[in-house]
């Protein structure tokens, strides 16, 4: 009886011994790999990290909003003659250069219109310039190489374990596992997240950009400015986050605790998934767009 007890112990001993090697082997592959798409994401324009999505919020910009926005500026511009009369006795105290002044401003209005996804893209393109010379001077790689550390340390502390410490080793790697694999999840919807709401700008920015030519209604057409400002450069705070975050990693070791080690990497990944998630209140503090 005691050789079959002996028999099935070690054979759950080797099925869980190669189970949380293997698991340690390949902890850290995908997080490392979503980590590293962050930099190769954040430094594209709209325009080329998906053409065909861009096409696509282009010709529903320029077939739907452009018109409305057509008849925004209408309005407006019809506003301000209005107010220009009441404003100046009905025209009679009115001067020639009131009229250069609203030409001029229906002018711009119509530049702005006609023009929009240009001026938007450049506002793009500009954060991207940024953002890529950021990942080029942000020094240290987001890799986390303490897996086969840990494979060749645990393996020798594994064969001192008993089958109960075993169980417990092998329940603390899957809540590891399972966590880093939510972590892997949270920066795709944090990457995904930005883009959208990225094209969601462009679609709606003709009719924005109508707004400007009035002073009481430019605010929208100003704070939606500000909010483009902020997406644009929303990726160099990301890169921001990674570089602290790299440098927070090469500095953990594994030569003492091992489950600390572990455990500190998980809570530097937490915390660059929170700061990610924070990234855009911040932005949109700095440059003053409103909620």
């Not at 899957?174 to 972590?183: D, H, P, T």
């Amino acid at each position: 009886m005691g050789t079959i007890t002996e028999r099935i112990s070690e054979y759950i001993r080797d099925i869980l011994t190669g189970w949380v090697l293997s698991s340690l082997e390949s902890l850290f592959g995908d997080l490392n790999n979503k980590v590293g798409m962050i930099t190769g994401t954040v430094s594209q324009s709209p325009e080329t990290w998906n053409p065909a999505i861009f096409n696509m919020i282009r010709n529903v910009s320029d077939t739907v909003i452009v018109p409305i926005a057509g008849m925004a500026i209408t309005g407006v511009l019809c506003y301000e003659l209005i107010s220009v009369v009441i404003d100046k006795n009905n025209m009679h105290e009115i001067e020639s250069w009131f009229i250069f002044r609203y030409l001029f401003k229906a002018c711009i209005a119509v530049f702005l219109l006609t023009h929009t996804v240009d001026i938007v893209m450049g506002i793009f393109e500009i954060g991207s310039t940024v953002t890529a010379r950021a990942g080029g001077f942000i020094g240290g790689s987001t890799n986390i190489n303490i897996g086969p550390t840990l494979v060749s340390m645990y393996s020798t502390q594994m064969a001192a374990m008993t089958l109960g410490e075993l169980f417990g080793l092998g329940i603390q790697i899957f809540i590891a596992s399972f966590l880093l694999q939510i972590m892997a999840v949270l920066i795709i919807v944090v990457i995904y997240g930005r883009l959208i709401e990225i094209y969601i700008y462009v679609s709606i920015a003709p009719l924005s950009f109508a707004t400007l030519a009035n002073r009481e209604w430019g605010n929208i057409g100003i704070n939606y400015v500000q909010g483009l400002l902020a997406l644009s450069f929303q990726g160099f705070f990301m890169m921001i986050c990674v570089g602290i975050y790299a440098a927070l990693v090469s500095n953990v070791t594994v030569s003492g605790d091992l489950n600390g080690a572990l455990w500190s990497v998980i809570g530097y990944s937490v915390l660059l998934i929170f700061s990610l998630f924070k990234v855009g209140s911040v932005s949109k503090a700095i440059f003053g767009a409103h909620q």
